[in-house]
């Protein structure tokens, strides 16, 4: 896992923005799973958040959920 917290902090000096993929564990992140937490410290930076609910809830639905923090910064 990468440090996020320092990766959004040098990022946001450079005026970068920053995707945070989590593929499988990003449920745990949206419903706050207490032992999945720690990897998540400072994806609050993050500019977006994606997710795929096909493989972390083991569903057959072929799908991309992908979170923005300002939804200028995807036009």
């Known amino acids: 896992m990468d440090p996020l917290g320092t990766l959004c902090e ?3 000096i450079f005026d ?4 945070v993929d989590t593929v499988y564990l990003g449920k745990y992140c949206l419903f ?3 032992m999945y937490m720690p ?9 977006s958040f994606g997710f795929n609910p096909h ?5 057959f639905l072929d799908c991309c959920c992908l979170l ?4 200028n ?3």
């Open 39 to 47: 990897f998540y410290d400072g994806v609050e930076g993050a500019s």
């Open 55 to 59: 493989k972390g809830f083991q569903k």
């Open 10 to 12: 040098v990022a946001k």
């Open 16 to 19: 970068m923005l920053v995707h």
């Open 68 to 71: 923005v923090k300002h939804r």
């Open 32 to 34: 706050g799973y207490c």
């Open 73 to 75: 910064d995807i036009a």
